[in-house]
C-alpha cells in the first residue's frame, strides 16, 4: 500500500535535485553541451565543404515538380514557437526533462554524425531566412544549416512517440512534424530524402534513447504524475 500511495505522488523538482536523481540530470546537461559542441563543428564543417565548387546540387523528383512557396513564418517562428511551447510543457511537467534532454542530445550527435558525412549543395531557388529578430535567433542556433536529415521533421516525430500514451499530445506533435516537413519541401530548403528519412530516424533515435536512459524513460512511463 505504502509502495502505491509514492508512485501516485507527483514528480517534482524537489525530487529532481535529488540524490537519487540529480547525478542523472548533470549528466544530462553534460550530454547536451557535447551535443551543442558537435552540432557547431559539424555546421562548420559542413557550410564549408558545402560551398566547395565539388557540390552541387543534384535532382530530386518533389522539388524539381512543386513550385518554391515562401514558408518562413512556419520555417522559422513556427520552429520557435515549438520549441518555446515543448520548454514550457518541460517546466510544467518536470518528469519529462530527464529523457528529453538525453534524447535531444542523442538526436543532436547522430544528426551531427549524418551532416559530416555526404555533403551536397542546397537547391537552387530555396527560401533563406529573412532579416527579422526572429530570423536572426534561427541562424544563431545554426537551425539552417545542413540537410540530412531534416530536424524540422525528426523532433516532432520523437517527441510523439515519447508522448505516444497522450493522444492529444501525440496527434499535435505529428501534425507539426507533417506542417514542418511539408513546408521545408514546399521552400526548397530540403531534398525529400532529408523529410522522408526523418520518421525512421526519429524511431530509431528514440529507441537508442529508451535502451540507453531506461531509468528517465521509465519515469516518464510510471504513474508519478
Not at 40 to 59: D, L
Not at 63 to 90: K, Y
Not at 135 to 152: C, K, P
Amino acid at each position: 500500500m505504502d509502495t502505491e500511495i509514492i508512485q501516485k505522488k507527483p514528480f517534482t523538482y524537489k525530487n529532481l535535485f535529488s540524490p537519487a536523481w540529480v547525478w542523472k540530470f548533470v549528466t544530462g546537461l553534460l550530454l547536451l553541451v557535447v551535443a551543442f559542441l558537435a552540432n557547431h563543428y559539424a555546421f562548420v564543417y559542413a557550410h564549408a565543404y558545402a560551398i566547395r565548387p565539388t557540390s552541387s546540387y543534384v535532382g530530386d523528383i518533389i522539388l524539381d515538380n512543386i513550385p518554391v512557396v515562401n514558408l518562413n513564418f512556419i520555417i522559422v517562428e513556427g520552429v520557435l514557437l515549438a520549441i518555446a511551447v515543448g520548454i514550457l510543457f518541460l517546466i510544467l511537467q518536470p518528469r519529462y526533462i530527464l529523457f528529453t534532454v538525453k534524447a535531444l542530445a542523442l538526436f543532436m550527435i547522430t544528426r551531427a554524425i549524418f551532416m559530416s558525412l555526404t555533403h551536397m549543395g542546397i537547391y537552387p531557388d530555396h527560401i533563406q531566412p529573412g532579416l527579422g529578430a526572429l530570423d536572426n535567433l534561427y541562424l544563431y542556433f545554426n537551425f539552417d544549416t545542413g540537410l540530412f536529415f531534416s530536424g524540422h521533421t525528426c523532433m516532432p516525430i520523437i517527441a510523439a512517440l515519447a508522448l505516444w500514451d497522450r493522444p492529444v499530445l501525440r496527434y499535435t506533435a505529428l501534425a507539426i512534424a507533417f506542417i514542418f516537413g511539408v513546408s521545408v519541401l514546399l521552400a526548397h530548403v530540403h531534398y525529400s530524402i532529408d523529410v522522408l528519412a526523418a520518421p525512421f530516424m526519429a524511431y530509431g533515435i528514440f529507441h537508442l534513447s529508451k535502451y540507453l536512459f531506461p531509468k528517465e524513460y521509465e519515469l516518464i512511463r510510471s504513474n508519478l504524475s
